[in-house]
């Protein structure tokens, strides 16, 4: 099991950092987009998608 990122929840099932009680277990993150002027406008660029993803 990989380390969780303390204080970090995540609820998007279908990334590879996702663990199953909401915590991101990814090294570190990053929020984006510049200039954001509200939570509409940022995203977490550290997502990807895990094996299950219909990405294209």
Do not use: L
């Not at 009680?21 to 940022?42: D, L, M, Y």
């Amino acid at each position: 099991m990989k380390d969780e990122i303390k204080g970090i929840s995540c609820e998007v099932k279908n990334c590879v950092y996702h663990d199953m009680s909401n915590a991101c277990t990814a090294g570190h993150i990053k929020v984006g987009t510049t200039n954001a002027k509200s939570t509409k406008e940022t995203n977490c660029e550290t997502f990807r998608c895990d094996s299950s993803c219909k990405c294209n």
